[in-house]
Nanobody
Framework: EVQLVESGGGPVQPGGSLRLSCAASGFKFSHYWMYWARQAPGKGLEWVSSIDAGGRNSYYADSVTGRFTSSRDNAKNTVYLEMSNLKPEDTAVYYC??????????????RGQGTQVTVSS
């Protein structure tokens, strides 16, 4: 069974940090780019970051550049999202996503159940 399982979310104060993890199974993880996306209450799914199959290159939305870092461990079939200097507007459910093709819309791609991140004082 193809599966993605996110973990590591929770409540955090503004300026704090969290590390999200996503464990993948059921497919050749090292062959795929992986993505992080988030959905804030009442809003659509927003792309956050992408990381290539080998983990050498990563890309970020402007809103998180300089604060978030994506990495992966292909030996553990896991992708990570290190988040620092968190802001209230980062509050959302965070998903890791696997696309079958680069042009596949995030909404149509495989994602896990998500992990809630709440940034509040």
């Amino acid at each position: 069974e193809v599966q993605l399982v996110e973990s590591g979310g929770g409540p955090v104060q503004p300026g704090g940090s969290l590390r999200l993890s996503c464990a993948a199974s059921g497919f050749k993880f090292s062959h795929y780019w992986m993505y992080w996306a988030r959905q804030a209450p009442g809003k659509g799914l927003e792309w956050v970051s992408s990381i290539d199959a080998g983990g050498r290159n990563s890309y970020y939305a402007d809103s998180v550049t300089g604060r978030f870092t994506s990495s992966r461990d292909n030996a553990k079939n896991t992708v990570y999202l290190e988040m620092s200097n968190l802001k209230p507007e980062d509050t959302a459910v965070y998903y890791c996503v696997r696309k079958l093709q680069a042009q596949q819309p995030l909404d149509d791609a495989l994602r896990g159940q998500g992990t809630q991140v709440t940034v509040s004082s």
